[in-house]
C-alpha cells in the first residue's frame, strides 16, 4: 500500500499550494498516489474538479475553511443558452475514495428561481465520506450521483457525466450540516445521513422539500439516521422528500422533526402513481413534525426498521466507521 502524501493548503504562503486547485493539478499526473490535501483557514473563491484514485480534503476549522463560489445553473455558458445544474457546482468529487472532513462548502448563487439550481457539491466518486461538514446552499445543494438513466429536458444533464454510465457509489455523511430548500438532496446514490443537521430554508414558493432521490430499482437509496431538521421554514411547509423518479427511495429512521415538517410528509411530484413505486417510509421519528400516518409511504413498520438498520451497519462497515 502507497503511503499518503500531504499537501498543505494555505493563502498566507506557509503551505504548498495557496489554492486547492492547484494542488489537485499537481496530483494530476499521478491521480492513483494516495493524497491528503490539509487545507488551512481562510476563504477559498475557488471550484475544485477533482479525479483521483484515494484522496481526503481536511480542513483546520469547519468553520473557518470554506470552499465557496456563486455560480447558478441559468448562468450564460460559452456557446450555450446556460450553464445548467450539473455544471454548476463548486466542489467535483470524482474518482475513487473521497474523503472531506473539517471544512464549509457552499454556493452563493441564491435563489433557485432567480438563479437556477446551484450545486454546491456534486459528489461522483464510488465511495464518498463526509465527517463534519457544513454544506450550504438553495436549489440542489448535495447532489449524490448517479444520474437517472434519462433526461427529462433535452441536455438536461449538460455536464461531466451525461454520456458516462450510470455507476453506483456508496455515500456516508456523518455529523454534517447541509442547508437549503428545493430537493437540496439528491440523486441515485446508495447514501447513509448520521446524526446530521438538516436546516431547510424558506422559499417563496412557501414550500420546501428536503430529499429528491432517483434510486434506480432494487437499491437502498437514502437512509436519515439519527438526524435532526430544524432550519427556517413556517410550521407545515417542508416535505421530507418527493420522488426524482419513479423508484426513489428513502427512509427516516429515528430522526428529530421540526414543526417546519407537513403532516403529509411526502409529496408525490404531481404524479400519483409514484405512491406506489416509491419506497418512503420512517419510524421512530419525534418532535413536533412526527406523525402516525402520511400521506403515503410507511410509518413504524418494524421489518422495514430492521431493514434499514441492515443498510446502515452495511455502510458503517464499508466506510470503517464505529458507532
Request: aromatic share 10%.
Amino acid at each position: 500500500m502507497q503511503q499518503r502524501k500531504t499537501w498543505v493548503i494555505a493563502q498566507d504562503g506557509s503551505g504548498d499550494f495557496f489554492h486547492l486547485r492547484e494542488a489537485v493539478l499537481h496530483c494530476a499526473a499521478a491521480p492513483e498516489q494516495p493524497v491528503r490535501f490539509l487545507i488551512k483557514n481562510g476563504v477559498y473563491a475557488e471550484r475544485p474538479f477533482i479525479e483521483l484514485d484515494d484522496y481526503v480534503l481536511e480542513g483546520e476549522n469547519r468553520d473557518r475553511v470554506i470552499l465557496t463560489a456563486g455560480v447558478g445553473g441559468y448562468d450564460p455558458w460559452p456557446g450555450e443558452s446556460k450553464t445548467g445544474t450539473f455544471r454548476s457546482q463548486t466542489l467535483f468529487l470524482g474518482g475513487g475514495h473521497a474523503t472531506v472532513r473539517n471544512l464549509t462548502v457552499q454556493n452563493t448563487a441564491g435563489d433557485g428561481a432567480v438563479a437556477g439550481q446551484a450545486l454546491a457539491v456534486y459528489a461522483d466518486a464510488s465511495h464518498v465520506l463526509m465527517e463534519h461538514v457544513n454544506l450550504y446552499g438553495n436549489q440542489d445543494t448535495l447532489f449524490t450521483a448517479p444520474l437517472p438513466e434519462k433526461e427529462r429536458e433535452e441536455n438536461g444533464f449538460r455536464g461531466p457525466r451525461q454520456n458516462a454510465p450510470r455507476l453506483d457509489t456508496l455515500q456516508y455523511y456523518r455529523d454534517c450540516v447541509i442547508r437549503g430548500n428545493i430537493d437540496f438532496i439528491f440523486g441515485g446514490a446508495n447514501a447513509v445521513f448520521d446524526g446530521c443537521t438538516i436546516q431547510p430554508l424558506a422559499h417563496r414558493s412557501k414550500v420546501s422539500y428536503i430529499a429528491a432521490p432517483n434510486t434506480p430499482a432494487g437499491k437502498p437509496g437514502y437512509l436519515f439516521y439519527h438526524c435532526r431538521v430544524q432550519g427556517s421554514c413556517p410550521a407545515g411547509t417542508v416535505y421530507l422528500g418527493r420522488p426524482w423518479r419513479k423508484d426513489a427511495a428513502c427512509y427516516w429512521l429515528e430522526c428529530e422533526l421540526s414543526a417546519e415538517i407537513c403532516p403529509d410528509g411526502w409529496d408525490n411530484w404531481r404524479d400519483p402513481a409514484n405512491e406506489w413505486t416509491a419506497r418512503f417510509g420512517e419510524y421512530g421519528s419525534t418532535g413536533p413534525g412526527a406523525r402516525k400516518t402520511r400521506a403515503f409511504g410507511s410509518v413504524d413498520d418494524p421489518k422495514l426498521r430492521r431493514r434499514h438498520l441492515e443498510q446502515l451497519q452495511d455502510l458503517r462497515a464499508r466506510f470503517r466507521i464505529s458507532e
